[in-house]
């Protein structure tokens, strides 16, 4: 079991709502800038996105490398937070 | 027949049929799935090739697997075809290699669009090291081109195992080449490149950060072209044989990410590299377009010196599907043979072409086929490159070019010319990319740096300020003090005096003299006994003054000659007035000095103090001063207070008003329904009864001011409410009679506000901490600042949340942050577990149409923020017992109820 990070618990904690892109666990300054061009502008955007790939994590990780140019871990570490995330709250 | 060519409809169900259940395919998706589908179909035909066995047979796998391919699509029968057509190249020589090579053009095309996954580079790489055994791992990474031809063109998407079999088949064909002389002169070029390569590869690496598939992807169809072109001029067979199927796999874009894999420094790069190619190729895809327009473009100028480009950038059209371009590339790769271009990187990016033909005429003669010489010169060439490049890495330039040293030296510029462009949009973007997450590392590091220093420094350097303000302050008044207080000697010269001009011509020198320093000791004197008498103890008596005999005494003590001239200087004195600093005092006070015999007693109207003494006067002036300004200032401050709370005073019981009068209305509207409904009601309200049961017992004293003032203004302005006088029950009541008739705009109660309104997620582990961790709680979103009016609202709040923990009389502060654009509220609770209860009980609800959550908060913080929280003990508990903020859906009835009487 991977440790998780600070942000990822406070992510997880609580209905995302509002939240901007880079709330999410793996994603930063940089890459949120990216995702905010390419018009994920808020974690529910992007979250809508898991969400058509079926909450496929591979996918997910995937689609978020060639969107924004994160990293394997950055996109793991992304995944996992909204995987964690919705079952939490879906 | 590209992958692009799919429509939404036939990638669903291709994915479908390869077992896996896609999502909705939108333009975001689309991309994922595309490459999912290659990845299916990767693995499909690795499952049947593997089948099949290596080496001698890969040509028979290949064919097979790559029959495999083209029955499951366009996209993977390019790549397979490519083995068999470079393994025939190898055996058939050159020429039949480039018609091959030409012929597969057409097929690659489909393979790059479906790209290449990372899993490819990852498998291949590991592969690759054990496979070739050559001395280092950066030569072996550099042979890895040289190898892979075979294996991208196997492949038609990620596979481990599909890199294995092109490695065998690389490594038969290969020993296969050892054997022919040819091959041996390609194993001694590959040493003399290997020395080389070693070297550029070393500065190569460092440039290296990662490299797009594009840019390795140009790189190889450059290779492709200058294997072509060097087949064409080169007398090697070998070579241009081994070529070839290089070319062939180069021009895959799996090869690129291979080649991209193979020139990574280290793991780490290798796997972020690799995952770059990756997602290199979607943009590369998207924007290869753009490229090979943007290349085209820019050959046009010199079509001389950039034959290379339009043949890469038929490569990369070729790619995206078109196809009979071979034949064009292929002459022009002939005469590109001849043409050595060699263009430095940074100056292709910026688009300049004339330097690029001077360097290309310097390189031309250079340029030849002789691997050692031409190796040296283009390995110089593209260190100086890559020293020069600033954004761009061209790790993978020199490695390449050097691996072309075995071949052909002509081509590396060529290379290094595409890569740069090809890098530049991507190479800055990886770059940018690793140095990204280290930014963010480093830019914390340097904020708290920073702040910890700046804090530091800025603590001591206002200090240091401060105190030196004070010094100087004091400083500056010891030097005012010590200037008033100044004495001049006996012996000193008086050279100035207030006497004028008269006196000056009068008396001699020697006299004026005399006159002079006798005047002047009598100042002195009389000077001292004012300053003695000043500051004096009061218990002493003493005379500010001087007599005049005591005076002439005096003087006669201080100098035998003075006594002659008293007269004369007390003469010119009263003349002058008093401006020599003595007064002269006649016998009687009120009368003026007129003769020196008026003369009783000599005063000075400049004492001298002593130092100390005038220092304690000047102090305490000032101090007096002070209290006197801070006293006016206190008295204004005080009044302001005074007047603020007045003020305010007024203004919450005109709001307790108008909170009154809002009641009554409600109280006798409803009353009206209820008597709509029931007639036996009599539809008014006796004016005390309605006070009584809006009122508590215990207020009703207090409220008594605001209650009158709330009957005063309802009979003023109010319009729908009429007083009058009934009898009821046998006295007189003054009542209200409700007269406006009910339209459905009195329906219009308020939305409930303010009210709890339901769960929207039930707690679980998963989105709530296991145990209450601390008796603190921070709520947010309970309200909106903004929207907020009222003086009061915080206590809606209060009650609200001590309602919902009705059960839970742990909670001993509330605090709404009133500017909090969160909506946030601070409750602090008798322990822990109270907390864990009301976070049970808040976290997730709706209140007011807002979705709250609550997190815990530490206790010493809360204490900084709450100070009077410190002291806390008791439970707080809701003011009303109607539970207000519940749903009242049974208020009004409930109401009507209550007063439903008489």
């Known amino acids: ?90 | 027949m590209a992958a692009a060519q799919l429509t939404d409809e036939e990638l669903f169900s291709e994915l479908k049929r390869l077992g896996f259940t896609p999502g909705p395919v939108t333009e975001n998706t689309r991309p994922v799935y595309l490459k999912k589908l290659k990845k299916l179909r990767e693995e499909q035909q690795q499952r049947s090739r593997g089948t099949k066995g290596r080496g001698g047979g890969g040509s028979s796998s290949v064919s097979s697997s790559s029959s495999i391919n083209n029955n499951s699509g366009g996209g993977g029968g390019g790549g397979n075809g490519h083995p068999a057509a470079g393994a025939a190249a190898v055996r058939a020589r050159p020429t039949g290699g480039r018609q091959l090579l030409n012929a597969k053009r057409p097929d690659r095309p489909g393979k790059f669009v479906l790209g290449f996954s990372s899993d490819e580079s990852d498998a291949e790489f590991p592969q690759h090291k054990a496979g070739l055994n050559h001395s280092g791992s950066k030569r072996e990474r550099s042979s890895g081109p040289g190898l892979q031809p075979l294996r991208p063109p196997q492949e038609s998407g990620a596979g481990v195992a599909h890199r294995k079999s092109p490695l065998g088949v690389l490594e038969g064909r290969k020993s296969g080449i050892g054997a022919s002389s040819s091959s041996t002169w390609w194993a001694d070029r590959g040493k003399s490149s290997l020395g080389l390569e070693s070297r550029s590869n070393l500065t190569g690496d460092k440039d290296y950060s990662g490299q797009g598939k594009e840019n390795s992807l140009e790189e190889e169809k450059e290779e492709e072209e200058e294997e072509e072109t060097e087949r064409s001029s080169s007398s090697s067979r070998a070579l241009n044989g081994s070529r070839a199927p290089y070319a062939l796999s180069s021009s895959t874009s799996s090869s690129t990410t291979k080649l991209a894999g193979d020139y990574s420094d280290t793991d780490e790069e290798e796997e972020e590299e690799e995952e770059e190619l990756e997602e290199r190729e979607r943009e590369r895809q998207r924007e290869r377009r753009l490229l090979s327009r943007r290349s085209i473009s820019k050959v046009t100028p010199s079509p001389a010196k950039r034959g290379r480009e339009p043949v890469v950038v038929e490569e990369e059209d070729g790619r995206s599907g078109r196809s009979g371009r071979s034949g064009r590339s292929s002459t022009e790769r002939d005469g590109f043979g001849l043409n050595r271009i060699y263009t430095k990187p940074a100056r292709f990016s910026s688009g300049i072409m004339g330097e690029n033909g001077g360097d290309m005429d310097s390189c031309s003669p250079r340029n030849h086929v002789d691997g050692g010489e031409g190796a040296t010169s283009t390995t110089n060439t593209t260190n100086t490159t890559s020293s020069r490049s600033s954004s761009f890495s061209f790790g993978l330039r020199p490695r390449l070019t050097s691996s072309y040293n075995s071949l052909s030296t002509t081509y590396r510029p060529n290379h290094s010319n595409h890569t740069g462009s090809n890098h530049s949009y991507g190479q800055a973007s990886t770059k940018r990319k690793q140095p990204a997450p280290e930014d963010e590392l480093l830019e914390q590091f340097r904020r708290e740096e920073v702040s910890g220093t700046g804090g530091f420094s800025a603590h001591y350097l206002s200090m240091f300020l401060l105190t030196a303000a004070c010094l100087f302050f004091v400083l500056l008044g010891l030097m005012y003090l010590r200037m008033r207080g100044t004495s001049s000697t006996d012996g000193v010269i008086i050279k100035s005096h207030p006497f004028g001009v008269e006196f000056d011509s009068t008396y001699s020198n020697i006299e004026r003299d005399l006159i002079l320093s006798l005047l002047l000791h009598l100042h002195n004197h009389l000077a001292d006994i004012a300053g003695d008498h000043d500051c004096r103890d009061l218990n002493l008596p003493l005379n500010r003054s001087l007599s005049f005999s005591e005076a002439a005494e005096y003087l006669k003590l201080r100098n035998k000659d003075y006594e002659d001239w008293i007269h004369i200087s007390l003469e010119w004195i009263i003349k002058s007035g008093e401006i020599a600093g003595i007064r002269l005092i006649a016998a009687d006070p009120g009368q003026a000095v007129e003769d020196v015999s008026d003369i009783s007693r000599l005063e000075s109207t400049h004492p001298r103090l002593s130092f100390v003494c005038r220092f304690r006067r000047a102090f305490f002036t000032v101090i007096y001063r002070v209290l006197l300004a801070l006293a006016g200032i206190g008295v204004v401050w005080g009044l302001m207070y005074y007047m603020k709370y007045r003020w305010r005073r007024e203004e919450e019981e005109t709001r307790q008003m108008y909170d009154m009068v809002e009641r009554i209305i409600d109280v006798l509207r409803s009353h009206n329904e209820a008597c709509q409904e029931n007639k036996d009601l009599q539809p008014y309200l006796p004016i005390p009864h309605v006070r009584d049961s809006l009122v508590q017992p215990q207020d009703r004293k207090k409220m008594k001011k605001v209650w009158n003032r709330a009957v005063a203004f309802l009979s003023a302005n109010e319009s729908r409410i009429r007083t009058e006088t009934q009898r009821i029950g046998g006295a007189d009541f003054l009542v209200w009679r409700w007269l406006q008739p009910s339209t459905s705009c009195d329906k219009m109660c308020s939305m409930p506000s303010k009210v709890w309104q339901g769960k929207a997620f039930p707690l679980d582990r998963r989105n709530s901490p296991p145990n209450s961790l601390t008796p603190c709680l921070k709520i947010r979103n309970m309200f909106d600042p903004v929207m907020e009016v009222g003086e009061n609202w915080h206590l809606a709040i209060h009650e609200a949340i001590l309602e919902k923990c009705c059960d839970n009389d742990g909670i001993v502060h509330i605090a709404v942050d009133k500017n909090s654009r969160e909506g946030c509220v601070y409750v602090k609770c008798l322990s822990a577990e109270h907390a864990g209860k009301a976070f049970k009980a808040l976290h997730g609800s709706w209140f007011d149409g807002k979705l709250v959550t609550v997190k815990y908060l530490r206790l010493d913080r809360y204490h900084q923020r709450f100070p009077q929280a410190l002291g806390c003990n008791t439970p707080l508990k809701a003011s009303s017992s109607s539970m207000n903020t519940m749903a009242r859906l049974h208020q009004r009835s409930s109401t009507s109820s209550s007063l439903g009487f008489s």
Do not use: Y
């Open chain 1, 1 to 90: 079991m991977s440790t998780t990070s600070q942000k990822h618990r406070d992510f997880v904690a609580e209905p995302m709502g509002d939240k901007p892109v880079t709330a999410l666990s793996g994603i930063g300054e940089v890459l949120g800038k990216k995702l905010e061009e390419q018009g994920f502008d808020k974690a529910f955007v992007v979250l809508g996105q898991f969400l058509l790939l079926r909450k496929d994590r591979e996918l997910f990780t995937e689609w978020l490398k060639d969107t924004s140019g994160a990293n394997a871990r950055q996109a793991a570490s992304c995944s996992q937070c909204l995987t964690e995330w919705c079952d939490a709250f879906l």
